[in-house]
C-alpha cells in the first residue's frame, strides 16, 4: 500500500466522522502505516496491513473494556473509533510518557522465541534505553496482565518524556 492509499483511506475515514486530519505534518510514520492529528485532536492511524490493525485494536479494546489509561506511569491511547473496512483506528494523542503501538504485539501466548533471540532482544533493549531499560522490561511484563506481550521496545514507541 502506498502513502497515497493510506492517505486516502484516512480521509475517507475522516469525512465519515466529519472530522478533518493535518495530512502536511504527520504525526509519524512507520512500517505498519501513517498517523495523523484530527481537527477534534485525535491521532488516525491508517495501517497497511489488517493484521496489524487487527492486533492493535484488539489492545487499545482490552485497556478500554478494562479502564486502563496509564500503566506503570506511562500514558496509553485511549480508543476513540474506527474502521475495519478502512483500516483506521483513532485514539487520543499521548504525552510522555507514553508507551503505543501494539500492531506488532502477540496476543494471549508469547512468541516461540528462542534464549538466543530473547538475550538479543535484551541486550538491544539495554543498548536503547541505558539504565532505563529495567523501567521497560517491567512496562512490557505489567502488559502480560492483559495477554499482551510486547517486544517491540524502541524510543518511538516508549517515551519516558525527559529524553
Ligand atoms: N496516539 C499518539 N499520540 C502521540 N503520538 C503518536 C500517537 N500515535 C503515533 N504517534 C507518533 O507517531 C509515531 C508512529 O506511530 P506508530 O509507532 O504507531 O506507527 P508505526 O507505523 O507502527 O511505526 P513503526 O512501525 O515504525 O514502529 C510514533 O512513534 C509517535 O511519535
Ligand atoms: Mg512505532
Not at 25 to 47: E, I, N, Y
Not at 61 to 66: A, G, I, L
Not at 127 to 151: K, N, T
Request: aromatic share 14%; with cysteine; net charge negative.
Amino acid at each position: 500500500m502506498t502513502n497515497q492509499e493510506l492517505e486516502v483511506a484516512a480521509t475517507k475515514y475522516a469525512e465519515l466522522c466529519k472530522i478533518t486530519l493535518n495530512l502536511k505534518t504527520p504525526l509519524g510514520k512507520g512500517q505498519d502505516g501513517c498517523v495523523w492529528k484530527s481537527s477534534r485532536k485525535t491521532a488516525v492511524k491508517a495501517f497497511e496491513r489488517p493484521f496489524s490493525y487487527d492486533t492493535e485494536l484488539e489492545c487499545y479494546q482490552r485497556f478500554k473494556d478494562n479502564r486502563v489509561i496509564r500503566i506503570q506511569g506511562f500514558s496509553v491511547p485511549q480508543l476513540f473509533g474506527f474502521s475495519d473496512d478502512l483500516l483506521i483506528i483513532e485514539m487520543s494523542i499521548v504525552a510522555p510518557p507514553y508507551i503505543l503501538d501494539f500492531a506488532k504485539a502477540w496476543l494471549d501466548n508469547p512468541p516461540d522465541f528462542s534464549a538466543e533471540a530473547l538475550a538479543d532482544h535484551a541486550e538491544k533493549s539495554r543498548e536503547l534505553f541505558g539504565e532505563r531499560w529495567r523501567d521497560v522490561a517491567s512496562l512490557a511484563w505489567a502488559l502480560r496482565e492483559f495477554g499482551i506481550y510486547y517486544y517491540d521496545t524502541n524510543p518511538g514507541n516508549i517515551r519516558f518524556g525527559d529524553d
